[in-house]
T-cell receptor, first 112, second 114 residues
């Protein structure tokens, strides 16, 4: 199917290297943040989340860092694999619901 | 495990026609969100429902309406379609009104307006 994010910034990494994807969010009142992975023809898939009272959270091969001072999020993927190739979005939430505000996506390409 | 089901996967309509997109949430999920993702864009929140009642509204045009039925499935009705309505439309479901339960997205309906 048609690729999502035809004009998105692209990060190209070698398989096995670590990847860092950055995101600037818009609202200092946001208290919850989520990283999503979106493969072509599919919906966003949850990767990891973090609440505003934390500055770091680790998952399996992924780490999210939150810098509230500069309203910046990053997603670190360790030992990047070909299956990690996708578009990655950060999303912020200001209230108690899932009314998500998505940031601009980044396309991750993993070179074999 | 059952996921969020959206139908149809692809839909082609002409300008000024109407379209109906359907969303079947994960069993026992009572909350549905609709998002629109234009080409090369990030998803934008349209509208949400909890227990068959509209719970929040985002950037949804007046030409669009939606509802959630007694079996918790939801339909997005789009009238007087415009070229700019061409996009991926995602439905997502969760349980409850908060964020205690994860949000699960369907694989979307791709609407093309010609």
């Amino acid at each position: 199917g048609e690729s999502v994010g035809l004009h998105l910034p692209t990060l190209s990494v070698q398989e096995g290297d670590n990847s860092i994807i950055n995101c600037a969010y818009s609202n200092s009142a946001s208290d919850y943040f989520i990283w999503y992975k979106q493969e072509s023809g599919k919906g966003p898939q949850f990767i990891i989340d973090i609440r505003s009272n934390m500055d770091k959270r680790q998952g399996q091969r992924v780490t999210v860092l939150l810098n509230k001072t500069v309203k910046h999020l990053s997603l670190q993927i360790a030992a990047t694999q070909p299956g990690d190739s996708a578009v990655y979005f950060c999303a912020e939430v200001m209230d108690s619901s899932y009314k998500l505000i998505f940031g601009s996506g980044t396309r991750l390409l993993v070179r074999p | 495990a059952a996921g969020v089901i959206q139908s149809p996967r692809h839909l082609i309509k002409e300008k000024r026609e109407t379209a109906t997109l359907k969303c079947y949430p994960i069993p026992r999920h009572d909350t549905v969100y609709w998002y629109q993702q234009g080409p090369g864009q990030d998803p934008q929140f349209l509208i949400s429902f909890y227990e068959k009642m509209q719970s929040d509204k985002g950037s949804i045009p007046d030409r669009f309406s939606a509802q959630q039925f007694s079996d918790y499935h939801s339909e997005l009705n789009m009238s007087s379609l415009e070229l700019g309505d061409s996009a991926l439309y995602f439905c997502a479901s969760t349980s409850g009104t908060g964020k205690e339960s994860p949000l699960h997205f369907g694989n979307g309906t791709r609407l093309t307006v010609t």
